[in-house]
């Protein structure tokens, strides 16, 4: 009898170790976790599905650009994404993000946290300041915001891997995913949305989209000053500008 509790003990036990084994293992496979990079994550197995993937030195001079409200959806609704804007062109599907922390691992790196949230604890909008008004703006800020990341290249692999990977699910013939969760870059792509969002056309605003791209992606020289609210703001009012 002796032994046989014995034996029913450590099966016990084994079960609790595989079942804490398997949860451990669906925590790393899974969307809430962007940066074990433990080996049987799907996250980490294939071919890289974002970034530059041709030579062609024009792959960023899009014909057109459009709004993808399903695909904006979809990648928000990823644990770890507060909000996404993707756009779509003739060659590439282009993404802005901003983070919640609801999954770790979201950065590669550590470095300077750009949003402080302080604020709501002493009622205020700018804890700095003192002031209780915030932008209205603009959809990214460095005071009680979602989070942002200043280099795309920051952002944890397996997150990119994974907003990519749900866009080429829907979409295989696209050429390059591009992810940023830059302050400015979210605004930019904010400000096309609401044109979208409007029933405006996007086609006026192809030029300056290009020169968002290529700036955050292609190592672009200018970049548009950028659009402020409220009141629309016409393409021809996008005046191209040196960054300081």
Known sequence: MRKKAVLLLLLALFAVFQAGCSY??????????YGSRKNGDPKNSGVQSYGKASSNPNQH???????????????????????????LTDKNAYVAIMLDWTA????STGGIKEQNNTGTNEGVYNIDSG???????????????????????????????????LIRA???MVQE??????????????????????G????????????????????????????T?????????????KPH
């Open 24 to 33: 451990k293992q669906e925590f790393q496979r899974s969307d809430s976790d």
């Open 61 to 87: 001079q899009n014909v057109f650009f459009e709004y993808s409200s399903a695909l904006s959806k979809k990648v928000t609704a990823l644990n770890g994404v507060a909000a996404a804007n993707v756009m």
């Open 104 to 107: 770790v691992g979201t950065k």
């Open 131 to 165: 002031t209780p008004y915030g932008n209205g703006r603009v959809a990214a800020s460095p005071y009680n915001s979602f989070f942002t990341v200043s280099d795309h290249n920051q952002l944890s692999h397996e997150l990119k891997q994974t907003i990519a990977d």
């Open 170 to 172: 829907d979409l295989p």
């Open 177 to 198: 995913v591009h992810i940023s969760a830059n302050m400015e870059f979210v605004n930019y792509f904010n400000e096309f949305a609401k044109e979208a969002w409007g």
């Open 200 to 227: 405006r056309s996007l086609a006026p605003w192809t030029d300056s989209f290009n020169t968002v791209v290529q700036y955050y992606f292609d190592g672009g020289s200018v970049m548009p000053k950028p659009i």
């Open 229 to 241: 609210q409220p009141g629309r703001v016409s393409p021809q009012d996008w005046q191209m500008v």
